[in-house]
């Protein structure tokens, strides 16, 4: 039996076009806050 976390080869491909194709709130997410480094110490991952 699989573990269900275990890493699925054929989501690749959706996961490269969901990288591609984010969405606003995820475009101000990452130039505001996380692309800054203004995370209050945290690392983000």
Not at 6 to 34: C, D, M, Q, S, V
Request: proline share 4%.
């Amino acid at each position: 039996m699989r573990h269900p976390l275990e890493y699925n080869k054929h989501l690749k491909p959706l996961a490269r076009k969901l990288r591609g194709e984010g969405t606003k709130g995820e475009a101000i997410l990452w130039f505001y806050a996380l692309k800054a480094r203004k995370m209050y110490g945290y690392q983000f991952n």
